[in-house]
């Protein structure tokens, strides 16, 4: 079974701080994905990387940061959290594009607050 | 401008009788769709997917209908128990190796009533 790790379920922090947030895979996929969802808009995109030190701009990348330095993990940084990204995020991982076969694998979620 | 619709926020069904849940989209270029479900404080889970070369994909309980035409897909849940109440999202993209976005819709909450 692949299962995608995330440091922590729950955090709390201060604006201004800076915050990084984990996410290990161990399935060797190819594939990982940030995303935040909030009530009413769903799961969207923040960042993804095909490949080590790879990564491209999601839907929503305005105030984040990623950094793959090894295949198996993937850091969202938030550099001066605000209380606009409280909000629960999710890392996932896929074995190589998207197609049948090629689910996306979610982790358990960080419940961020930013007060 | 989002791309993927799911209309209704909530929906409640009698156990054992039939939920559906629909999702609607915007871009003909997505030919892959999927659906996940997610309990509160767990990531979502895949469920089902169907590529555009069908308009039916069924699995135990669970069957995803497409209709391209209408640029439309629902998920049938029968019969429906009570673990099946949960955040259903679907989820649409491109079916080209190397397309790496999902897109999704804002959620259904389905609760299944005893």
């Known amino acids: 079974d692949v299962k995608v790790t995330q440091s922590s379920r729950y955090l709390v922090k201060r604006t201004g701080e800076k915050v990084f947030l984990e996410c290990v895979q161990d399935?060797?996929?190819?594939?990982m994905f940030w995303y935040r969802q909030d009530p009413g808009l769903g799961l969207r995109l923040i960042y993804f990387?095909?490949?080590?030190?790879?990564?491209e701009k999601g839907d929503i990348p305005e105030g984040y940061s990623v950094s793959r330095e090894k295949k198996e993990r993937f850091s969202l940084i938030l550099e001066s959290a605000s209380t606009n990204q409280t909000s629960m995020y999710l890392c996932?991982?896929?074995?190589?594009?998207?197609?049948?076969?090629?689910?996306?694998?979610f982790g358990p979620g960080t419940r961020l607050t930013v007060t | 401008d989002q791309q993927v619709k799911q209309n209704s926020p909530s929906l409640s069904v009698q156990e054992g009788r039939i939920s559906i849940l629909n999702c609607d989209y915007t871009n003909s270029m997505f030919d892959y769709f999927l659906w996940y479900k997610k309990y509160p404080a767990e990531g979502p889970t895949f469920l089902i997917s169907?590529?555009?070369?069908?308009d039916k994909n069924e699995d135990g309980r669970f069957t995803v209908f497409l209709n391209k035409s209408a640029k439309h897909l629902s998920l049938h849940i029968v019969p429906s128990q009570p673990g099946d109440s949960a955040v259903y999202f679907c989820?649409?993209?491109?079916?080209?190796?190397?397309?790496?976005?999902?897109?999704f819709g804002q959620g259904t909450r389905l609760t299944i009533n005893p």
């Open positions: 996932a991982s896929s074995l190589y594009g998207t197609g049948y076969g090629h689910e996306q694998y």
């Open positions: 989820a649409a993209s491109p079916l080209i190796q190397g397309a790496q976005k999902l897109v």
């Open positions: 169907i590529s555009s070369i069908k």
């Open positions: 399935m060797d996929h190819e594939n």
């Open positions: 990387s095909y490949d080590v030190k790879m990564k």
